[in-house]
């Protein structure tokens, strides 16, 4: 099935598993499948910087600046200053991706929640909204969001349906669904998508990775949204073309496109 009108909110594409066919996929393969925007989400400097140059390359890409929580290692000591230097970059539309991931311990936990709320409030002074990731982080993470109240999107979102209620009273926060609901274990999200207004509901890839059935464990692309739409819409009982039409359109009006 063709379907037009797609905006994946969530890639990687300078990622390094795309060097092969990253130019036929941005120039052609994409392009041709429906994919009429792509958010490049960073996650360190270099990468945003990179991402930067691939959406002055390609009229339909966006980029986002920020530090990744697996990142903050490597992060220089002007970081700030480089991601406030990113963000005057007219394409860039977020701060992100931020947030907390406990997922291999809660060793930096102090800093990742320090280095997410500083990403926080340098997005609300630069009035962009914020592109989360949290993984095994759910409790100190809507602590936060419920403190600061930012306007974003909620990458990947995998939590319940009782944690979506509970972030669903934050206004201007949206809910991004990946591969991960085509999952034959994936209950939670499944969940969570049937109770969250089609108005705050997001697609995304999170290419190269969490490819969805009938491709998981294959480096992912755009064109493979597909599969996340119709399952989705599926769970909204909602058309598919529908339905990524409104999320297109969320997308858009998060990101002032």
Known sequence: MNYTNIFDTHAHYADAKFDQDRDLLLSKTLPEAGIKYIMLAGVEIPDCFASAELAE???????????????????????????????????CKAIGEIGLDYHNGRENADLQKKILIQQILLAKELDLPCIFHFRDATGDAVEIL????????????NSSAETAKELLKIPDLY???????TYKNARKPVEAIQIIPAHRLLIETDSPYLAPEPFRHQRCDSSMIQHTAEKAAALKNIPV??????????????FHI
């Open 57 to 91: 390359q390609y009229a339909y890409l966006y980029c986002s600046a920020g530090l990744h929580p697996g990142y903050l290692h490597s992060r220089p000591d002007d970081w700030q200053i480089q991601i406030r230097t990113l963000a005057k970059f007219p394409k």
């Open 146 to 157: 419920k403190s600061y109240q930012p306007r974003g999107i909620l990458h990947c979102f």
């Open 175 to 181: 809910f991004s669904f990946s591969g991960v609901i």
């Open 241 to 254: 073309q529908d339905f990524i039409t409104i999320c297109c359109e969320n997308a858009r009006r998060i």
